[in-house]
């Protein structure tokens, strides 16, 4: 199967799936203390234009400015597991664009914070090496993830939809995911410094990389180590420049990505809602 450099893949479906009102498990003994939520939101406040769920997980402020997230236990091991084997299935589909592909190709060269100059450079980063296989998740692991997505996000009550078109926009009712991939790396695979270009990434490693393989974000003094069901949620619209380390030899890395679009355009907080479907105006 073919393995491409690819960053701020676009995913499209045409489901629009609602967020069930199920109530993620506290953890009592992990979740941060009333002073250490009380400084996330502080540090958050209205940057993200919405509130972290720091009751229901463990969330730890590693970064203030820009925000940048850690959360332990974001999956279990089983979840993990369970992931990891979907991921291998035969009937998946492997993600063939290149770099920012989606993005340079619809013009939005300046919401991704990269230029096609520097997309090039990232594709020849490390003599070439690519970036492992990526595939799509399958639905009902997008059912499984996508939920406690928003949950963490604070944005429960709103539905999910995964759509690639950029014309397709949050509104009051509903978020944009633009990417919901699982991706294996291999000995000498990473991933080129880079940005998002989306509101929120949700990264969250499927097993334990002790190899290599760091998430770094070299502008900002950071690296974090791949620990299996932990994530890390931050916002690399146009900051936190980032890079995946390669992983070494006898070693490999599993992570779960999640691009995320949640902020409404402006002046739409109280437009009224429009069926994409049917075209119909929703009342209320």
Not at 27 to 36: E, F, G, L, N, Y
Not at 82 to 110: K, M, S
């Amino acid at each position: 199967m073919h393995r491409s450099l690819v960053v701020g893949v676009l995913l499209g479906a045409d489901a629009l799936r609602p967020a069930p009102r199920r109530r993620v498990a506290p953890r009592p003994q992990s979740v941060a203390t009333a002073d250490a939520q009380d400084e996330i939101m502080a540090t958050i406040g209205a940057a993200w234009e919405t509130a972290p769920n720091t009751r229901d997980f463990d969330v730890t402020l590693e970064h203030r400015a820009p925000p940048v997230l850690k959360i332990q236990n974001f999956l279990s091991d089983a979840e993990c597991a369970q992931i990891i084997e979907a991921a291998r299935g035969d009937d998946v589909e492997v993600c063939e664009e290149y770099l920012n592909h989606r993005v340079n190709e619809d013009g939005a060269v300046a919401t991704s914070g990269y230029s096609e100059e520097q997309a090039q450079e990232a594709l020849e980063w490390s003599d070439g090496a690519t970036s492992g296989l990526r595939v799509r998740m399958p639905s009902d692991i997008l059912d499984l993830v996508a939920p406690k997505a928003l949950s963490l996000l604070g944005l429960s009550h709103r539905n999910y939809r995964f759509k690639e078109e950029l014309y397709y926009r949050p509104d009051r009712a509903t978020v944009i995911v633009r990417d919901a991939t699982v991706v294996r790396y291999r000995e000498g695979e990473g991933v080129a410094p880079h940005v998002d270009g989306k509101d929120a990434t949700l990264l969250v490693y499927l097993n334990t990389c002790r190899g290599g393989g760091h998430t770094v974000f070299p502008e900002d003094g950071l690296a974090f180590p791949p620990r299996q069901g932990g994530a890390l949620l931050y916002d690399s619209r146009l900051d936190l420049l980032h890079y995946a380390a390669p992983v070494h030899a006898g070693h490999e890395k599993w992570i779960l990505q999640l691009l995320i679009d949640h902020r409404l355009p402006p002046g739409h907080e109280h437009m009224p809602l429009v069926d994409w479907d049917t075209g119909a105006i929703i009342p209320g």
